[in-house]
């Protein structure tokens, strides 16, 4: 069973920057892809960015390009998730997910392994 692990979650001023970390288990070799999430009060789990494990393919949402970056260690089963000019609409808690099967990656139903997640405010 592939088991999640966020970290580097917290509280910035709009403008500033975080790198989000993902550690993933020995058995991510299973997984297609790796994604982030996030989910903000009110709202649904929208898709953030992904990565595939063997082609390194990336994916990113509209709302981030150009200010998020997502690369993959699979040396150390890790997913990062770089966040520059972040922004208050940025606030939400982000969830780390892995997916066995090939797929769409932005659709939140693909994935079969979640994280607990780690809160990122961004205030204005």
């Known amino acids: 069973q592939v088991q999640l692990v966020e970290s580097g979650g917290g509280l910035v001023q709009a403008g500033g920057s975080l790198r989000l970390s993902c550690a993933a288990s020995?058995?991510?070799?299973?997984?297609?892809?790796m994604g982030w999430f996030r989910q903000a009060p009110g709202k649904e789990r929208e898709f953030v960015c992904a990565v595939t494990w063997s082609g390194g393919s990336t994916y990113v949402a509209n709302s981030v390009k150009g200010r998020f970056t997502i690369s993959r260690d699979s040396a150390k089963n890790t997913v990062y998730l770089q966040m520059n000019s972040l922004k208050p609409e940025d606030t939400a808690v982000y969830y780390c997910?892995?997916?066995?099967?090939?797929?769409?990656?932005?659709?939140?139903?693909?994935?079969?392994?979640w994280g607990q997640g780690t809160q990122v405010t961004v205030s204005s």
């Open positions: 997910a892995a997916a066995v099967s090939p797929g769409d990656v932005v659709v939140r139903y693909r994935y079969n392994y």
């Open positions: 020995e058995r991510t070799f299973s997984s297609y892809a």
